[in-house]
């Protein structure tokens, strides 16, 4: 019974995945699609982009400084992942390692975080960045960003599964702390990390919130930098379109390349 | 060695509590010291970053909230009692805004709980490569940028060129009309994180051990039966997390897409709660009321979410 019913059911499969991967990528082909077209047949409604054009990209250049933008913006998600990744592994390590007083208090306050919203923070460090003469710049943006609840809470399941005999063994040896986090458990947990770098990489370029707030007049990441083609005069869609697909291209490649650890790192960070 | 203890006991008696003791003594406390001060360094970094960046303002806004202040720096702020919270509660746009908030996470629901659910029973016996390929592709929304997302749905819903007007045939400035507008910021948001409650509910499915609907269909359940009984009872657990997320994430997923399409209206028909929030301080320039607020919302969310850990673990049906 059940055997017959499985190519019916397999074929059924087919169909709703299939038409619910193309109602989902529709609308990033149709991003890329409208970037290639000329700006005379931007509106076109032909499928594919005919005859091929880059001269959205070109106006977009000429437009924003797509490169300083990007480059900014790398900075930004590349400084924020390293520094969250080191803090996160140094918390992970100490609450993992040793038991020690206010061990229990200081987990409780990192998975408290997850109750406040952001909102309720906003203004006081808004204020702080003011105070700190950090308006504007990509240090207000990074500095409050460098510790990673997630990332904390990953790395720490991952280092309460590591073998204590590690450890142990490198204490016999007479290795310190310091030296055994080095040696011992990071060539060890490699993976995990790597994913992890991945997963806070992704979110930290994909921010929107803060940078908001914190460059409101420099707009100086490209997240922020794609308000600037909205004029009164009329939108230059097809200059838009290559904008913005530029501004998702790294983390899809990204994607393209490590597929299935980026999967799992999300899907795991929304388990726990 | 007994003989050096014997040798140095007569003039330690003296000696002991002068330079005996404080420098062993010292040194030993400095040793317990060090010794347990390792995870307290380890731990420093992120707790001071997690303290100075989360708590402490938590603690401001509070505070914050009992005063009247306008921002600028020239001017002091003056203590207002109750009155930011009672001006509040009084405000027709709060009872909107959480109006508003409420509908939209409901519309949230078939994209966080309904389809990826039904995705996840008729696909459950996909695997390979295909299968792969359609998980990366719907998983693919998730990791564009939000802004990006916003504008390229603004071109998708552009009234002249747009796409989906020519798609189905209709003739609707979406953005600019109450009811369509927000069905839109639904429908955007919904796209973006549709792709991950799929993922979520798969890994879940798996989870599900064979051997329960095998015996179940050697009892001679029906594959709808056993779904019924047996697949969706196994995936409560799953499935109330995803409830869960639903309900404390929805207001902060719109977000920037209302921020880039609507800023919140046509006439105030897409303010959520964290748009209201958001105009109140940097728009209305009054701290203490978005304080307030902001008080509001985490007392309410957080009573929100411990009444559906709770009741996630009262329902949930563990897999042992």
Redesign the interface.
């Known amino acids: 019974m059940i055997e017959t019913r499985r190519p019916r059911q397999q074929w059924i499969g087919h169909v709703v995945l299939g038409l619910l991967s193309i109602a989902c990528i529709f609308p990033i082909y149709w991003m890329y699609a409208t970037s290639f077209r000329r700006p005379a047949d931007v509106g076109a409604a032909s499928l594919v982009p005919w005859p091929l054009s880059v001269q959205g990209y070109r106006d977009a250049a000429h437009i924003i400084d797509i490169g300083g933008l990007l480059l900014n913006t790398f900075t930004v998600a590349g400084l924020t992942a390293a520094g969250q990744l080191l803090t996160s592994l140094f918390a992970a390590y100490a609450l993992t390692r040793w038991r020690f007083r206010g061990q229990q208090l200081a987990y409780l306050l990192f998975v408290g975080t997850w109750l406040v919203p952001f909102q309720v923070t906003m203004l006081p460090n808004y204020i702080v960045i003011v105070q700190l003469g950090l308006l504007n710049t990509l240090a207000g943006v990074i500095v409050p960003m460098l510790c990673s609840v997630l990332g904390v809470m990953m790395l720490r399941q991952h280092l309460q599964a590591f073998p204590r005999e590690l450890l142990e063994a490198a204490t016999m040896d007479g290795r310190s702390s310091w030296a055994t986090l080095w040696t011992v458990v990071v060539p060890n947990l490699r993976a995990p990390l790597a994913s992890l770098a991945i997963l806070l990489f992704i979110t930290s370029w994909n921010e929107y919130f803060w940078p908001a707030m914190v460059l409101r007049h420099s707009r100086s990441v490209i997240q922020l930098g794609l308000e600037g083609f909205f004029s009164p005069e009329g939108t230059d869609w097809s200059a838009l379109m290559a904008a913005a697909g530029l501004a998702c291209l790294p983390v899809f490649a990204l994607y393209l390349v490590l597929q299935r650890q980026i999967v799992s790192a999300f899907v795991r960070s929304g388990i726990r | 060695m007994t003989t050096t203890g014997i040798f140095v006991e007569v003039p330690a008696v003296q000696a002991l509590p002068l330079d005996g003791r404080a420098p062993s003594g010292r040194p030993a406390r400095w040793r317990r010291v060090l010794r ?1 001060l ?10 001071a ?3 100075f ?6 603690a ?2 509070v505070q ?1 909230s009992f005063y009247h202040w306008d921002m600028l720096p020239t001017s002091p702020a003056e203590p207002a009692g109750l009155d930011n919270y009672r001006r509040l509660l009084s405000s027709p746009q709060l009872g909107r805004s959480l109006w508003l908030t409420v509908v939209f996470i409901l519309g949230m629901v078939p994209f966080t709980i309904i ?1 990826p659910t ?2 996840g029973l ?2 459950r ?2 695997r390979g490569r ?2 792969a ?17 916003a ?3 603004q ?2 819903l ?1 009234p ?2 747009g ?1 989906v007007d ?1 798609l189905l045939g209709t003739d609707l400035n979406w953005l600019q009309q109450t009811g369509p507008a927000q069905l839109a910021i639904v429908v955007i948001t919904g ?1 973006h994180v ?3 409650a ?3 509910v798969t ?1 879940g499915i798996a989870g599900i051990s064979d051997d329960y609907t095998e015996a179940a ?1 050697l009892d001679g359940a029906s ?1 709808g039966q056993t779904t019924r009984w047996i697949t969706l009872p196994l995936l409560s657990p799953t499935l109330l ?1 995803l409830a869960l ?1 639903t309900v404390l994430l929805s207001a ?1 997923w719109s ?2 897409v209302i ?2 399409l609507t800023q919140g209206g046509p006439s105030g028909a897409t303010t959520n709660i ?1 748009y209201f ?2 105009e109140t ?2 728009q209305g320039f009054a ?1 203490g009321s ?2 307030a607020a ?2 509001l ?2 007392l309410g ?2 009573v929100l ?1 411990l009444v559906l850990v709770r009741l996630s673990d009262r329902l949930g049906v563990h897999d042992n």
Not at chain 2, 38 to 47: E, G, K, S
Not at chain 2, 53 to 58: A, D, E, G, N, V
Not at chain 2, 133 to 146: E, H, I, K, S, T
């Open positions: 347990a390792p995870p307290y360094l380890y731990l420093l970094p992120a707790l970053c997690v303290v960046w989360t708590y402490r303002p938590l401001q806004t914050l389809v039904f995705v008729v696909t016996r996909l295909t299968a390929l359609y998980r990366a592709l719907v998983f693919a929304p998730m990791l564009v940028p939000p802004v990006a997302g504008v390229v749905w071109w998708l552009d002249r060129y796409a020519r796209w549709l792709g991950f799929v993922l979520i890994a269909a594959r997390f997320m902060q977000f920037p921020d880039n964290y929030l958001w301080a940097f701290a978005a304080a902001g008080v919302f985490f969310f957080g979410a």
